[in-house]
């Protein structure tokens, strides 16, 4: 801004009455303050925006601050009253929360990080212990597609009689 205004400034001084050609394009003294006006006047207009646009910003988090945990808690109000109704739950915008169950792949992968945890942290005091953490790569898993056949069970045998010296 500073700059446009100094280009103003020092046409209006040095050259009052002067023509240029710039790029090709004829101008004269009063074109270019003209143009450069423009300019500076739209740099002032963005300027404003910016500002209206922080203050904006800055009412709406204002005010986010205060209607968010009331919106949070209408929802868990919401959720738990129709638990089982999800055209209610549609009405307000909500998706019905499904029970996330885990699958085998997942609970294998955490049970293999959890040894390997227990097994880096060893005996350590608290602070040194949450710390620790266990390295676990590539857990395969390996689905079973058929079950195996029943292996057969050894009879008992009847006992044998000790021996007599």
Avoid: C
């Avoid at 699958?103 to 293999?112: D, M």
């Avoid at 608290?126 to 056949?149: F, H, L, N, Y």
């Amino acid at each position: 801004m500073a700059r446009v205004q100094a280009f103003i400034s020092g046409l209006q001084k040095h050259f009052p009455n002067g023509s240029f050609t710039l790029g090709n394009v004829p101008y004269t003294t009063a074109a270019l303050v003209s143009l450069f006006t423009s300019l500076a006047n739209a740099i002032a207009a963005a300027d404003s925006a910016k500002a209206s646009a922080k203050e904006a910003v800055a009412a709406m988090r204002a005010v986010r601050v205060k209607v968010g945990p009331v919106m949070q808690d209408l929802q868990r109000f919401l959720l738990v009253t129709f638990r089982t109704a999800n055209g209610t739950l549609a009405d307000f915008g909500i998706e019905p929360q499904a029970p996330k169950t885990k699958t085998a792949e997942v609970k294998a992968a955490a049970a293999a990080k959890a040894k390997s945890t227990r097994d880096a942290r060893g005996i350590v005091g608290k602070r040194k212990r949450a710390s620790v953490k266990g390295d676990v790569t590539g857990v395969v898993m390996t689905p079973v597609t058929e079950t195996p056949a029943p292996q057969p069970q050894p009879q008992p045998q009847p006992p044998t009689p000790p021996a007599k010296p």
